[in-house]
Structures are given as structure tokens and as C-alpha cells.
């Protein structure tokens, strides 16, 4: 009793005084071990529900992302045919790859301009190249406009995953968080299925592959539009010095009760560290190593595992096993929902390295090659879309922007994601040569391999974020200096 209102008289104190002088009175009450001890038991968690439009808005981005990675799986025939590249399975690589290219200077630059300029107009900037991207690509008659709109499509690609998954952990309640991930990869994968769907009726239309670029302009528009009505990360304001308007957000997605309290964890995890860009140097060696290769090699996992090369090619894999790509590319897309799904419902109850670690396991031993019939090859690449999507699919993204610090999270997020891409890119442009030169029971064992490795790392690197604020995860995972 008597600690509670050791507590309630610290805030009634930090009521009077400003956010960047509350902290002194927080660090003589050792604020942290308070909170790990449970003497704040007496303030409950805030609602989730003030927090959710704004995550819902974000994610359309995500749900651009997946469309755009899935647009060219079922047309793709048809657009190499009315371009003039068909059998040509390098020109075919290149209209997926490209796209990654410019996703991989999308990224780059994404912690730039996302500290640059903010959460929320960042996300307006990744919309503009995807619905310019998407103009030149539904109007093209040359191989050459459809790279252009590809790579411009990819630039927007670059930035709205770290942008997405930046705003949704600086926005989020600590015991939501989890959950709140799972909507970007849930967002995604209902971006794939809709490509997918709006794609059939590609073979029987002459031209309908373009209606498939057009279509992808409407969410790009709704994006940048909802966004200005959306709150601005209080992470990114308070960084910035605004501390008045981060509790102004902080009230809008918390309620008032547990802006102090929010505000407090802020300024003791950024204290000292002052709004001095950060050099890319910082985030290669010395204190942030650590963090930034978890993040990347990570990354370089769940690209290596081959999971994106199922939604790239699924249709031609499919067709050259005898099986509808129609009826086939709708079990993937509903096994890829599925399993985001029971993640979203998994990831706050057993935590992410507990997802990510034994569902890995389980994709690894679930790509069956094409040795058996027909049916059990591709019943095993569902069941390896469905343990990717419960695991190593949603786990990265969401883990990234908890494990980095604040001062570097946009940067270094920027720098895991190039990793991502750069490998993205490869496997999208060499899978079809790949498949052809090795057979899918080598490439596939091959995936299966990188999968399992993936599972000793996360075992060894991880440390479990379920239920920890942001601070307290970048005390565990940062040394002292």
C-alpha cells in the first residue's frame, strides 16, 4: 500500500514539472525495478481499442507490399506474351526482380527519411511510387516500361515494411504489441490472396494482367490520404524534442492515465542521447553490432528459406506439376492467412522466439520435393507456407523494431532490410534457372537446410520481447557504455 502511493505521489510530483525534468524523480524511486516488481500493479493496461484505427491505416501499406510481391505470379505469362519476352526465363526474373532492386533503394534510404521527416509522412512518400509504378506499368507495351514501373512499384516496397513495422511498435500498448505485429504479415498476406483472385480471369481476358496494376492505385490512394488523419509516432516526436506533442499522441492512443507513464520510460531511454544523426559506422561495429546482425542475418533466413519464391512462382511450379495454378495459388494464399492467423492469437501468449524457433522446424521438414506424387508435393509447399507464416514470417519484422534502440531503430532497421532485399532479388531472379539446372528435390533440401539453420540462431541469438517494453528490451540487449 504504502509503495502505491510512493507511486501515486511520484505522479501527482510529475504532473507539475516537464517530461524532460520528470525523469530525475523517476531515477531516485529506480523506476525500472518499480515497474519489474509489480508495485504498479494498480495501473492496468491501457485499451487497445483508441490505438487500433491508426494500426489498421498503417497496414495498408503491407497490404500494398504483398500485393505487389504476388501481381505478376498469375499474369506473368500472359504480360511476357503481350511483351514480347515469352520463354525467356531471365526477362521473367527480371520483371520480378526489379522490383526488389527498387525495393532495396526504397530501403536504404528509409531510415533517413523516416527520422527525416517523420512516421506518417514517410508513409505518404512510399504511396506516391507505388501508384506512379503502377500507372506505367498497366500502360506499357515494352519489356523496358514494365522494369521502369517495376523498379518505381519497389521503391515505395523499400520503405513501407520498416515504416510499417517502426509505427506499429512505437504506437502499440507493450501487451498488444505481439498481436498488433501480426496484422502487418496478416495485412500482406491478404495482399497476396487479392492479387492472386483478381489475377485468374488473366487467361481468359486479353489484357487483363493490366487491370491487375490499376487495381493496386486505389489502397496507394486510400494510404495517403487516411494517413493525414492518423496520430504521429510519440517516439519520433520525442526524439525530435517535441515532447509536448508526443504526449499529446501518446493521450490519443493510451489515454490519459498512462501518458506520464509512457513519457517516463521515454525520457530515461533516451536520455544522454541527444537528437545527433546517427553514422552509419555506429550501426557496422562497436555497442549496436549485436542488434543490427541479429536483425540482418535474420532477414537473410526467412529470405533463404525460398518462401518468397513460392509466391513469385507458385504458378509455374504448379503448371509444371499438372495442377491447376488457379485452384493452387488460392491454397496458398489461404494457407499463408491461416497461419497469420493462429500467429496473431500465438505471438503474445507463447512469445516470439518460442513461434519463430519451433514452427521453423516444422516448415524446414514440410517442403516434400517432387520425388512423391503430385499431390503430396504440393500439399507439402502449403504446409510449409502455412509454418512459414506462423513463424518466420510475422517474427522478424515485429522483433527488429523491438530489439533495436531507439536513436538507431529507423537507420538500422533500413540496413537489416537492404540484407533482406538484396537476397530477395537474387532468389526472385534465379529461382526459375535454378529449378530447371538442379530439380526441386536439391533446390528444395537446399531451403529446407538454410530453415534449419535459421532455428539454431534464433535459439542461440533471441532474446524473448513478449510482454517488455521497448526500454526495458534495450537495456537487456544493449552494453553499458
Known amino acids: 500500500m504504502r509503495a502505491r502511493q510512493n507511486l501515486r505521489d511520484a505522479f501527482s ?30 495501473i492496468t493496461n491501457p485499451s487497445w481499442r483508441p490505438s487500433l484505427p491508426h494500426i489498421l491505416v498503417a497496414t495498408i501499406s503491407s497490404f500494398l507490399f504483398g500485393y505487389h510481391l504476388g501481381v505478376v505470379n498469375e499474369p506473368l505469362e500472359s504480360i511476357s506474351l503481350d511483351l514480347g519476352f515469352s520463354g525467356n526465363t531471365m526477362a521473367e526474373g527480371l520483371v520480378v526482380s526489379t522490383c526488389l532492386g527498387g525495393a532495396l533503394i526504397g530501403s536504404l534510404f528509409s531510415g533517413w527519411i523516416t527520422d527525416g521527416v517523420g512516421r506518417r509522412r514517410a508513409f505518404q512518400l512510399s504511396a506516391l511510387p507505388m501508384m506512379v509504378g503502377a500507372f506505367v506499368s498497366a500502360t506499357t507495351n515494352n519489356l523496358e516500361g514494365m522494369l521502369l514501373g517495376r523498379f518505381l512499384v519497389g521503391t515505395g516496397m523499400g520503405l513501407g515494411p520498416s515504416v510499417a513495422s517502426l509505427y506499429v511498435t512505437e504506437v502499440s500498448p507493450s501487451y498488444i504489441r505481439g498481436t498488433y505485429g501480426s496484422f502487418i504479415q496478416i495485412a500482406t498476406c491478404l495482399g497476396l490472396m487479392s492479387a492472386l483472385f483478381i489475377g485468374i480471369p488473366v ?46 499522441e501518446f493521450e490519443k492512443v493510451l489515454g490519459g492515465l498512462h501518458v506520464k507513464l509512457a513519457m517516463a520510460e521515454l525520457s530515461k531511454s533516451d536520455r544522454g542521447d541527444g537528437t545527433d544523426s546517427v553514422k552509419f ?46 485452384l ?19 505471438m503474445d501468449k507463447l512469445g ?15 517442403i516434400v520435393t517432387g520425388s512423391g506424387s503430385v499431390y503430396l508435393s504440393v500439399g507439402g509447399m502449403l504446409l510449409f507456407v502455412l509454418m512459414f507464416s506462423l513463424g518466420a ?63 539454431a540462431f534464433v535459439k542461440k541469438s533471441i532474446l524473448e520481447t513478449k510482454g517488455k517494453s521497448l526500454q526495458e528490451i534495450e537495456i537487456a540487449l544493449l552494453p553499458q557504455e
Not at 218 to 245: T, Y
Not at 328 to 346: E, H, K, P, R, Y
Open 203 to 248: 487467361k481468359e481476358i486479353v489484357g487483363w494482367w493490366r487491370v491487375c496494376f490499376w487495381v493496386s492505385a486505389i489502397p496507394a490512394s486510400i494510404l495517403a490520404l487516411a494517413m493525414e488523419f492518423c496520430v504521429e509516432s510519440p517516439h519520433w516526436l520525442h526524439k525530435k524534442g517535441r515532447h509536448a506533442d508526443a504526449e499529446a
Open 13 to 42: 510530483t510529475y504532473k507539475r514539472v516537464s517530461s524532460k525534468e520528470a525523469i530525475d524523480i523517476f531515477d531516485k524511486e529506480d523506476y525500472s525495478a518499480l515497474l519489474q516488481n509489480g508495485i504498479a500493479q494498480g
Open 393 to 455: 514470417g510475422p517474427v522478424p519484422g515485429l522483433l527488429l523494431s523491438e530489439i533495436l534502440p531507439g536513436r538507431i531503430r529507423a537507420k538500422a532497421m533500413a540496413v537489416c532490410l537492404s540484407v533482406h532485399w538484396v537476397i530477395n532479388f537474387f532468389v526472385g531472379l534465379l529461382f526459375l534457372q535454378l529449378l530447371e539446372q538442379l530439380g526441386p528435390q536439391i533446390l528444395y533440401s537446399i531451403f529446407a537446410t538454410f530453415s534449419l539453420m535459421a532455428v
Open 352 to 366: 516470439r522466439k518460442v513461434v519463430a524457433m519451433g514452427l521453423q522446424v516444422i516448415a524446414a521438414s514440410s
Open 281 to 326: 559506422s555506429e550501426l557496422l561495429y562497436g555497442r549496436h553490432f549485436r542488434v543490427v546482425f541479429i536483425g540482418s542475418t535474420l532477414y537473410a533466413f526467412q529470405q533463404l528459406s525460398g518462401i518468397n519464391a513460392v509466391f513469385y512462382f507458385s504458378s509455374t511450379v504448379f503448371k509444371s506439376a499438372g495442377v491447376p495454378s488457379d
Open 328 to 346: 493452387a495459388n488460392i491454397c496458398v494464399g489461404v494457407a499463408n492467412l491461416s497461419g497469420s492467423i493462429v500467429a496473431m492469437v500465438l
